[in-house]
């Protein structure tokens, strides 16, 4: 039985969900902004569950009031990076709370073939279990099919 | 993209003529009546003519534009073909003539008619756009309109964007992607220029895709006599201070002689003059250190605060 049958890597906010909308995504902006959060965009092509930090696209976008703004950024992000995965962060900078407050993915590469789950027998009968992704044999930037 | 506009908030139980529409929320405006209550913009627009003295020419161009922008907005509820106007403007006049006032009560009125998301102002100058060194330029100037995005962008003195003199200069490379955003998301934000007369016109002449992009240009006259009295008037009465006994007089004969005067900058140097007169007259009761201060004593500009200035021939300031 497969454990993901959608086989996408599901990570963030509305990862079990169809992709969002433009119009659905600027919603979500919209929303992060009245909450006074600051978007940011990242990208990567090692979606590892242990890979925290992917790379910021451009600056945090501070001080913005519409989700114009940021879609613009994700438009140009997409540009640059149409197979990798892109995710929305949204960080909220109230004093004692200082993290992110939301993030989701909103661009995925068309095929994500998965992880996977390498078993080691050690001393005794321990097992040590390690995740590798399936695409990620191949040199950053030659990913999941990218030229 | 769906948005909700949160100017839209129909108007309260009126008892119009047309009750029917209120019952029917879901019913496009019809009238000019419908849009002016739905959107509430005649608020604004009565603000505009109370609160801002004298700038009649300028106040009779907003009333323009709001009419054309009420009947686009019912032509649109009506189905016919409505492209986006185009709303960037133009603003020209002297120093202190109420560029920047009245664009903030500009955003409000896009806002409220729903044609800026909005209707913040972020007001920028060359400093905010133009970067210092290859490849800042796009992204600080980027950065700028991403953070106007559903207000209106407001450069003042945008003629310094453009220096003939210098081929290689940064400015051309912000006026560039200032275009392309003027042009291609048009709906997303509302840019105002404001600067001197003489130096928009050579500006323009000099970048016709820019001219040919703005749809209104509004020049701002100097103020009268008559009106700058009454415009120091309202600063005084907002800061709490009145004139004393002759003080208002004596104001008026200040601002005869101040306008004689190299640089005068209209309402912005009566603020600078009033600032002055709380200075002196700060010191005055200062000066007197045994003295009892009751509230008229801290409110009263005297005439002897004003005589003090410079112009008179008479105080070092």
Redesign the interface.
Same mark, same amino acid.
């Given at each position: 039985m497969m454990t993901n049958p959608t086989g996408r890597v599901t990570q963030g906010q509305f990862s079990f969900l169809p992709d969002l909308t433009d119009a659905e995504i600027s919603l979500q902006i919209e929303y992060g902004l009245e909450r006074g959060y600051a978007w940011s965009v990242e990208y990567t092509d090692d979606p590892h569950p242990r890979n925290t930090y992917w790379e910021m696209f451009g600056l945090p976008l501070f001080d913005l009031r519409d989700a114009a703004g940021v879609m613009a950024v994700l438009a140009e992000c997409r540009r640059v990076f149409p197979t990798h995965y892109i995710r929305m962060l949204a960080f909220d900078a109230t004093r004692g709370v200082e993290s992110i407050a939301m993030s989701f993915i909103v661009n995925r590469p068309p095929k994500e073939p998965g992880f996977h789950l390498e078993r080691q027998e050690t001393d005794g009968r321990s097992m040590r279990y390690t995740t590798r992704s399936y695409a990620s044999d191949a040199p950053e930037g030659e990913r999941y099919g990218a030229a | 993209?769906?948005?909700s506009l949160p100017g839209f908030i129909a108007a309260a139980g009126k008892g119009g003529p047309d009750a029917a529409a209120e019952t029917a929320a879901a019913a496009p405006a019809r009238s000019v009546a419908d849009v002016l209550a739905e959107s509430m913009v005649e608020a604004v627009l009565d603000d505009i003519d109370r609160e801002l003295i004298g700038l009649a020419p300028v106040k009779q161009r907003i009333r323009d534009i709001a009419a054309l922008l009420v009947i686009d907005k019912l032509r649109a509820n009506q189905g016919l073909a409505a492209q986006a106007p185009s709303l960037h403007m133009c603003f020209t006049g002297n120093p202190g003539t109420g560029k920047t006032t009245v664009a903030m009560r500009m955003a409000e009125i896009l806002h409220r008619l729903g044609y800026v998301?909005?209707g913040?102002l972020v007001a920028v100058t060359r400093d905010d756009l133009v970067g210092q060194y290859i490849g800042h330029t796009a992204?600080k100037t980027?950065?700028v %309109?991403?953070?106007?995005?559903?207000?209106v962008l407001f450069i003042d003195e945008a003629y310094y964007l453009y220096r003939p003199e210098n081929e290689r200069d940064y400015g051309q490379e912000a006026i560039e992607i200032l275009l392309q955003v003027m042009e291609n998301?048009r709906d997303? %934000?509302v840019v105002i220029l404001a600067g001197y007369k003489d130096r928009m016109d050579t500006f323009f002449a000099s970048n016709p895709g820019l001219s040919s992009r703005i749809a209104h240009h509004l020049d701002f006259p100097d103020y009268a006599h008559g009106e700058l009295l009454a415009i120091g008037d309202r600063m005084l009465a907002d800061m709490s201070y009145r004139f004393g006994e002759g003080a208002r007089a004596t104001f008026g004969e200040y601002l005869t002689r101040r306008l004689e005067r190299p640089h005068f900058a209209n309402a912005r140097s009566v603020r600078n003059a009033l600032d002055r007169m709380r200075l002196r007259q700060a010191s005055r009761l200062f000066a007197d250190r045994e003295r009892a201060l009751t509230r008229e004593d801290l409110c009263t500009i005297e005439a002897a605060d004003i005589r003090a200035s410079r112009v008179f021939g008479g105080g070092p300031t």
């Open positions: - | 993209m769906s948005y998301r909005k913040h992204p980027r950065e %309109l991403n953070k106007a995005m559903g207000g998301q997303d %934000l």
